[in-house]
């Protein structure tokens, strides 16, 4: 098997290209191959062994249920006939990978795909080829970290081979559904797998600085697998050829990877040049050694614990009546408004808490954990007493959370500490044992010291483990309160852990709770709190930690500070207009811009309502919800927020101009297109995500979409073109081998519809062959597919 610290590892190069080259026709499933010519695939896998490849990658990128639907074939014997033909290649000395790519389905929040039917579809697969006798997994070209998470899960969990893991990633450094390499790192880490990585989308010299930090980040061995440069979309040529990719693959060397290939346009000629290269330069593998950091993360946003860090208190029903009856109710909108409102407050974290008597948290917390992660992006802490709930919220967790908590007794660190390790999350321990509290701060750092080394013996590591030394109340135990604050230094000190403490324990029964609150805090940060779990509504308590970070130099030039308060009027403790503001809506109308911006559907419909009150429905459309939309497009582009939150807010807007459809079908009236427009995947290529996507922003913008679906003959675009007189037409293509299609597509419609216009995307697509196959609009996203509509149809 891998043994990486007595070798460097060659991978092979792209299957796609090689079948591409041996006459695949556009639209055939690649895989299949692997049953009706196992003779070829075996010859292709020869080749890169001959080349030098250590490792080859299995015909089964696409064998899933999803992509095989009506194949004829049942996925296992897709499955057993690629590792079967693998095999028939390999000599003593090489490995066959299990190669796992997407699903092809958008997983919930963005898709309908829920976490439970990926991790189910994924079981299947790694199963199979387990069985079938492939020596590890590799899961590539992924872009949504959610749906690596349900395949690495079914790969851990049902096999016991290795686990290599590699996503696909934009120059700016994150993925399609804006993954960046930090969250990446912390769950793959935190999950266990053996290995990680970046393959496809782009060049050996584009991906290098995104290498660059990914080593950066962690000791765990990393492969690359660039692509060829960059194809020509009419000759499907790339633009790198063996000797200039196997020079620039050469750089990695320096950063300490442990394996490298090629995927697109690779052939075997760039691994045995890559081979010579490697062998040439004689450079002994680099020992990386990455800077200890905690960081806990969701899919798209990673925060280092290497400053005061807010978690945010609010959504847990202690002391609060109104969340308690929330949960009872099942009124989740209630508990989504806690969340948003604490992201605009600062918050840095959310606790999520939902301990009440007569619900059944094994079934709510996931619940709840799902639904506030479709509309923030700020990490989780799991709050519960309960195992199996805990289990439970941390499986459809999207990131690497904080689990809140475990303490000194032997069978809680024996129960909770390995579904910590499993999921790869950070954890609170508590200062306290079957013995309760201990009043000195020697005795609290003890149990500390208990909780770090069974947690570093159970494989969690030491960066992971946070202590909360407990906050007492004033009131009952005074001398207490400087034993809390002397623990949390040792703790700090000592230990070297950060420390967690619930700040507002502290003033409880006691006029003037605010003020003893704030004192407290800047006394336990001066004694190393590193995370206050506070209410961030509470201006004071921000104020605090913003100056103390001032103060301290933690915050250079007061750039923070001055960017919340420089605004604030002499001697307030007002934000300034152009920090976040938390909107409550308490007794107001409610701001339809602010709920669609959140991707709070029930609020939009509210808003929506209201605005109906005083406007006419198209009136309410034209001047309230298209510029909503708008705005969210523009954070879009601007990469401020990314695809989940814009399909949540397309969700959301849904909502509102369905309650206006539902009101015109009343009024014996009906909505007023803004045109029609078809959509479709070209023939041949089977992708159909990003169309898909086109079309969820496009209706909510009020286009009428006909979806053709994927894999169209041209004729059938033609027809529908020209029964409904279509003024738009969209196409997609992911391949370069489709894109003859595409053209051919465009031809034939003008042929018979001469005034219809294009637009047209797809990965391999450049503004330049939009232009030369006769598309109108080059869109690379769906909001550019909105700006042209508009222009066609003169809106």
Do not use: W
Not at 170 to 199: H, K, P, Q, W, Y
Not at 340 to 360: F, K, M, R, S
Not at 462 to 484: G, H, M, P
Not at 586 to 612: C, N, R, W
């Amino acid at each position: 098997m891998l043994d990486f610290s007595k070798k460097r590892y060659l991978l092979d190069g792209g299957m796609g290209t090689m079948l591409q080259q041996s006459g695949l026709e556009p639209g055939a499933s690649p895989d299949l191959l692997s049953l009706t010519n196992p003779e070829l695939i075996t010859s292709i896998h020869r080749s890169y062994i001959e080349a030098g490849s250590d490792v080859i990658y299995a015909n089964t990128f696409g064998a899933n249920r999803f992509k095989l639907e009506g194949c004829g074939y049942h996925m296992e014997e897709v499955i057993d006939s690629a590792v079967k033909a693998a095999k028939a290649a390999c000599g003593e000395e090489s490995l066959v990978a299990l190669d796992v790519g997407p699903l092809g389905e958008l997983l919930e929040p963005m898709g309908t795909l829920s976490f439970e039917a990926a991790y189910d579809a994924f079981a299947q697969v790694m199963k199979q080829g387990a069985a079938s006798g492939a020596d590890l997994i590799v899961i590539e070209t992924m872009t949504d970290l959610y749906e690596v998470k349900a395949a690495v899960l079914a790969a851990k969990e049902t096999t016991d081979l290795a686990v290599l893991v590699s996503m696909t990633f934009e120059e700016s450094g994150r993925t399609f559904t804006g993954t960046s390499i930090e969250c990446m790192t912390a769950v793959l880490e935190g999950l266990g797998v053996d290995a990680i990585g970046i393959n496809c989308s782009l060049g050996p010299v584009e991906i290098l600085p995104l290498a660059e930090r990914m080593c950066a980040l962690t000791d765990l061995p990393i492969f690359i697998k660039p692509n060829a440069g960059l194809p020509d979309p009419r000759t499907g040529a790339y633009d790198i050829g063996p000797d200039q990719f196997a020079q620039a693959m050469k750089e990695y060397l320096k950063l300490g990877i442990s394996m490298a290939g090629g995927c697109c346009g690779t052939t075997p000629e760039y691994i045995a040049k890559m081979k010579d290269v490697f062998s040439a330069a004689d450079v002994h593998k680099k020992v990386r050694k990455p800077a200890e950091h905690s960081v806990i993360c969701s899919a798209s946003n990673a925060v280092t614990v290497d400053h005061v860090t807010v978690i945010g208190e609010r959504i847990n029903p202690t002391g609060k009546k109104r969340l308690k009856q929330a949960l009872i109710d099942e009124d989740y909108d209630y508990v989504l408004s806690q969340a948003v409102e604490q992201v605009d407050a600062g918050a840095q974290v959310l606790d999520v808490n939902v301990g009440v008597p007569d619900i059944d948290d094994t079934k709510v917390l996931p619940m709840v954990v799902k639904q506030i992660q479709a509309i923030t992006d700020l990490p989780l802490q799991i709050d519960s007493s309960n195992p199996a709930a805990i289990e439970a919220a941390l499986r459809v967790y999207n990131g690497k959370a904080i689990v809140n908590s475990v303490n000194g007794e032997a069978k809680v660190l024996d129960t909770i500490l390995p579904i910590v390790k499993k999921y790869g999350a950070a954890v609170v321990g508590l200062t306290l044992d079957e013995n309760g509290i201990p009043a000195k701060a020697e005795e609290r750092f003890a149990i500390a010291r208990r909780i770090l080394d069974k947690a570093v013996s159970m494989g969690i590591p030491k960066k992971d483990v946070f202590i909360d030394c407990l906050t007492l109340t004033a009131s009952a135990q005074q001398a207490e309160v400087a034993e809390t604050l002397r623990a949390v230094r040792m703790v700090k000190e000592q230990l070297g852990l950060h420390t967690v403490l619930g700040v507002s324990n502290i003033s409880f029964g006691l006029p003037l709770r605010p003020l003893i609150n704030r004192t407290f805090l800047a006394l336990a940060m001066e004694n190393g709190l590193d995370l206050p779990i506070i209410n961030p509504n509470d201006e004071d308590m921000m104020g605090t930690i913003y100056a103390f970070e001032m103060l301290h130099n933690r915050d250079k030039n007061a750039e923070a500070f001055i960017k919340r308060y420089g605004d604030a009027a002499m001697g307030t403790m007002e934000r300034s207009s152009g920090a976040s503001q938390p909107n409550t809506q308490s007794g107001k109308e409610p701001d339809l811009f602010y709920a669609l911006e959140k991707g709070m559907k029930t609020e939009t419909i509210h808003a929506v309502d209201a605005l109906l009150d005083k406007n006419d429905e198209m009136t309410v459309v034209n001047d309230y919800l298209i510029p909503a939309l708008d705005q969210v497009g523009q954070g879009f582009e601007k990469g401020t927020i990314f695809l989940p939150q814009m399909m949540q807010a397309a969700t959301a807007a849904q909502g509102g101009f369905e309650l206006i459809k539902d009101r015109l079908a009343a009024s014996g009236r009906s909505s007023v297109s803004k045109g029609r427009v078809v959509v479709a995947t070209v023939k041949g290529d089977i992708h159909d995500i990003g169309k898909n996507i086109v079309k969820v922003i496009m209706e909510n913008y009020g286009f009428e979409i006909i979806d053709l679906g994927r894999d169209v003959p041209i004729e059938k675009v033609v027809q529908t073109v020209v029964d409904n007189r279509i003024k738009l037409v969209g196409l997609s293509a992911l391949m370069t081998t489709t894109l003859k299609s595409m053209e051919e597509t465009i031809a034939a419609v003008r042929a018979e519809a001469p005034d219809c216009r294009f637009i047209v995307g797809g990965a391999v697509l450049t503004p330049e062959y939009a232009e030369k196959i006769g598309a109108d609009y080059y869109c690379k996203d769906a909001m550019k597919s909105v700006e042209a509509a508009k222009e066609v149809f003169g809106l």
